[in-house]
Each structure stands twice: as C-alpha cells, then as structure tokens.
C-alpha cells in the first residue's frame, strides 16, 4: 500500500509540474506557431487551440467530422475561406497541406480566428466558442471549450512562459 501511496505521488507531482503534459518537441511545435503570428491574443490563442484540438498535432485527422491539421480545421470552412472549389479531389488535397503544412495549418487558423473575430467584436470568449460550434458559441459545448482554451493559455504563460 505504502508502494502505491509513493508512486501516487510521484504521479501527482509530475502531473502539476506539467499538466498540459508538453514534450520538448511539442514546444518546439508550439514557439514556432507562436512566431507565426503578431499580437499576443492570437499567439495564445493559436497555441492552446494546437493543444485542445490536436494534442500539438498528435491527432491530425477527424474523418467523422472532417478537422485536419493541428487546429482541426474543418475542410469545407478552409474550402469555403479559401476560395476552393469544394470538389472530393481538392478535400483530399487540402486536407492533405493542412495536416503537412504548418505554416497553411497556422494561416488558416488565424483567417477563421479574424472571422469570428470580427463577428464578435473582440470578445475572445465568443471567439472560442465560435472557433468550436459556429455561431452556437451560446451553448455549453461552446462555453466550456472558451473555458478550456483560457486555461490552457493560462497554463502556457504559468509554467511553460511560452
């Protein structure tokens, strides 16, 4: 019992020590989405997005829903923002340059950040929530993903000082 109550807290500590639970390469991963954009918001933003929806690209593709990339953009709204025919050749394609293409993964996660950006006027709380369920951002699944996203950037500034 003593065993279990000793690796308990060796669990526990390490848990704390690094909740978001980050590799080295997944910070290199994160500095470098960071670099892609100017203001603070959208650095933060754009990282813990990485990190809810792709576990910073460990989880590149959603087929039922059809995300890909590190921010699982849905294909048809990159389609749609990008001026693509929407053809099942150019969802391949471009499902493809998402998952492959950080830098195409990263402008497209800031275009579809702006939109909502701009629906909502600068509340990054509706942003979010937007980012997730469209303009549902009112519902709870929108609520608790905003809530989610804030606690990541909070975590990424505490202890990675990213």
């Given at each position: ?32 989405i960071k670099s892609l954009a100017d203001e603070p918001i ?16 460990k989880n590149m593709a959603n087929f039922s829903s059809n ?96």
């Amino acid at each position: 019992m003593a065993r279990f109550i000793v690796l308990f807290l060796i669990f526990l500590n390490f848990s704390f020590a690094n909740s978001l639970g980050l590799t080295k390469t997944d910070l290199v991963i994160l500095n470098k989405i960071k670099s892609l954009a100017d203001e603070p918001i959208m650095k933060y933003s754009l990282m813990a997005i990485a990190i809810k929806e792709s576990s910073v690209g460990k989880n590149m593709a959603n087929f039922s829903s059809n995300d890909f990339g590190l921010f699982q953009s849905n294909i048809k709204t990159v389609l749609s923002r990008q001026y693509i025919k929407d053809t099942p050749q150019n969802r391949k394609y471009y499902a493809l340059k998402l998952m492959n293409n950080v830098g195409f993964a990263t402008a497209n996660a800031i275009i579809e950040l702006e939109y909502w950006r701009e629906v909502h006027k600068d509340n990054w709380i509706k942003i979010w929530s937007s980012y997730n369920t469209g303009f549902s951002y009112r519902s709870d699944t929108g609520y608790l993903y905003a809530k989610s996203i804030l606690e990541i950037t909070k975590k990424l500034k505490q202890e990675y000082g990213l």
